[in-house]
């Protein structure tokens, strides 16, 4: 059940958008926040970061602090493969990233 719920949050985000009137958003940025954090949290090698992710105008940003390039690239990645415009990446290498307790990952 949570899975298809998943799935029908993402299709209404990848959705094509109908034409917009002007001056309205033609995406759901709270979904795509949502849909995309939920990725990030499930990955086995970035999931146990705290990665902030916000949405505006259908950009998603990245922004927190992970250990190493490569878990930079991979988070980059993995946003990417669920929305289909831009992923701006903020992220940075630290030597010591916060990393998720129980208390964040409710969150």
Known sequence: MKRAASLLVLVA????AAP???????????AITRVVKTRLAADHVIGQFLIEVSTSECVVTLSGCVESRDQVRRAKEVAKRMVRGRVKNALTVCTIAPRRTKATRRS
């Open 20 to 30: 917009s009137r002007a001056g309205e958003s033609t995406c759901n940025d709270a």
């Open 13 to 16: 985000c990848l959705a094509p």
